[in-house]
């Protein structure tokens, strides 16, 4: 009995996380309404009170848990893996309502308090460890620093999704990530890998 209401609370919790990522990405923070996203995940209030104190740590939630379900290397491998990660993530942009729900409450962090940075550290930690590879593999520029230049890249890949967001819905994403790509790699990379490192939209799809 422990373990199906172990189980049924699990269901619950994933469910209003769901629910509310896509409401979060049709409305916003501040369109989304409480009594949407429960009825959307089918659960009672004091179900989702269980799980969460308010919309805010309810929306934290959907930033923190993004990448949950997205399938991402379990090793880093250096710069290949790197652009392929980025694509791999254009094309969820497209596709998976939590992740893109998740990456819009943390772009937009103004609405209703929700303050958390976590996410950025993360995913910066992620590019720093396929860099940390790519420098064992003698892929990299000596002048770069693994860190700083992680860093650089989560905010360009944010500033450039936002942007598709905006001109057309991220429909043109993948394209413009590699045009990201076309500049940045020349930066940080030597010739020899440049060269030989596949930078292709259909990763986006493939990946």
């Not at 996380?17 to 009594?35: K, L, R, V």
């Not at 379900?69 to 497209?94: D, F």
């Not at 860099?131 to 450039?160: H, K, M, Q």
């Amino acid at each position: 009995m422990a373990r199906q209401r172990q189980e049924r609370a699990v269901r619950t919790r994933d469910a209003l996380i769901q629910a509310a990522a896509e409401t979060f990405d049709e409305n916003g923070f501040s369109g989304a309404g409480i009594n949407r996203i429960l009825e959307r995940a089918g659960v009672t209030p004091g179900a989702m009170y269980f799980h969460f104190k308010s919309k805010e740590d309810l929306a934290r939630a959907v930033i923190v848990e993004q990448a949950a379900a997205l399938r991402l290397p379990e090793q880093p491998s250096g710069i290949q893996q790197l652009v392929n990660l980025t694509l791999y993530l254009a094309g969820e942009m497209q596709r998976n309502v939590r992740f893109r729900a998740g990456v819009r409450l943390a772009v937009d962090q103004t609405e209703g308090g929700v303050q958390d940075f976590t996410v950025y550290e993360w995913w910066g930690e992620k590019f720093r460890q396929e860099l940390l590879a790519a420098r064992a593999r003698d892929e990299l520029l000596e002048d770069v620093d693994e860190a700083e230049c992680a860093r650089v890249l989560v905010a360009a890949y944010t500033g450039t999704q936002l942007m598709s967001q905006l001109s057309t819905g991220r429909a043109d994403l993948p394209q413009q990530i590699v045009a990201m790509w076309r500049y940045l790699l020349p930066g940080i990379a030597r010739p020899r890998t440049v060269s030989r490192v596949t930078v292709d939209a259909a990763l986006s799809v493939a990946a």
